[in-house]
């Protein structure tokens, strides 16, 4: 059976609460990426999860909650985490924290930890006050491929993998969200970035955020992390610059993507950008939308040039690197 893409209305928040706390699936909007959603108190429910998404056991699950007696449910506060959480949340933070016995062991892949963040969603977040429960939602799209941002792209994805959909629009940040190790307040861990910089979660802090150096590298302790991670089927070349020259050496069959819009661009069919003026919001917006459109236009190769690194580019940067990253 193929998915329903459902409007918002209070009689169908309540609908789609039901089938939650019945076990069932429901894909949700957040102002990140598009998650898929289930009970994560109920074990069975949340292999649901992975066995729609060809998810492996290993890849922990980030657990969304309204408020701050449901993270008392699933997690050990400190005040490192109450802390950001007066700046961040609700918004696209996750933080690590020390997992409660309530968290079934394959939301967390087995870990004593566990990822939580307070989304900013209205929908979701009013879906969350109607079903009273914590609920585990990974990116709604077959594991490893690119981050759905629109209730289409989910449907697209899943097919009749998933029965629920519920639209929220295109979402308003379009990359997953930063996480953060803060189970020691005074030695957090960047351990994903997102449009929350590392800098911004220092002033907070009050003490240095450490960002490992490698990507890939040692256990997986969040959503994320792997060496190679949402990409598209092409092949995905990087540059550290497009220029008019190399795409003139290039093959006709070949698309680049330029952070801005390139004066030299003119009428090239094969060449696109993420942002006009250069806002990295606004690329960051529109990264996997546009990864996806060129994935489906059947170009034999993709490149695409790194951004600057202020604000989110560092998190545009990581996607484009696990994109491109090539399979062990």
């Known amino acids: 059976m193929a998915a329903t893409i459902h409007r918002g209305t209070p009689p169908t928040l309540d609908r789609l609460a039901r089938v939650l706390r019945a076990g069932g699936l429901v894909a949700v909007p957040t102002e990140t990426v598009y998650g898929l959603a289930a009970n994560a108190l109920d074990a069975r429910a949340c292999r649901r999860i992975f066995r729609a998404k ?40 996750t933080v690590i924290l020390a997992r409660k016995p309530a968290v079934p062991k394959v939301v967390t892949a087995g870990l004593s930890s566990v990822a939580v963040r307070m989304p900013a ?85 009050g003490v240095p955020v450490r960002v490992p150096r490698r990507r890939g590298a040692g256990p997986v302790r969040a959503p994320g992390q792997l060496a190679r ?3 598209p089927r092409q092949p995905l070349a990087l540059h550290g610059r497009i220029t008019a020259a190399m795409v003139a050496r290039g093959a006709g069959d070949e698309a680049w993507i330029c952070f801005r819009r390139p004066a030299w661009a003119g009428g090239r069919k094969n060449v696109f950008w993420l942002t006009a003026r250069g806002d990295a919001r606004e690329a960051g917006r529109r990264l996997f939308a546009l990864l996806r459109r060129l994935d489906r236009q059947g170009w034999r190769r993709l490149h695409a040039g790194l951004v600057p ?10 996607r484009l690197r696990r994109a491109a990253a090539r399979s062990a």
């Not at 309204?66 to 918004?91: H, K, Y």
């Open 121 to 205: 969603h209205p929908l979701l977040r009013r879906l969350l006050r109607r079903c009273g429960l914590p609920l585990a939602a990974p990116s709604a799209n077959p594991f490893g491929y690119l981050s759905p941002t629109t209730a289409a792209h989910v449907r697209d994805g899943l097919g009749d993998r998933v029965r629920h959909i519920l639209d929220g629009g295109p979402c308003r940040h379009g990359l997953e969200s930063t996480i953060v190790d803060v189970r020691d307040p005074g030695r957090p861990v960047l351990l994903r970035p997102g449009v929350i910089t590392a800098r911004q979660l220092e002033r907070v802090l």
């Open 54 to 93: 060809g998810r492996p056991a290993h890849d922990p699950l980030i657990v969304h909650i309204a408020d701050r007696p449901m993270l008392e449910r699933i997690a050990q506060p400190n005040a490192a985490v109450d802390r950001l959480a007066r700046v961040f949340w609700p918004g696209p933070l």
């Open 309 to 318: 690194a202020g604000g989110p580019g560092a998190a545009i940067n990581d």
């Open 229 to 231: 991670h949402y990409s």
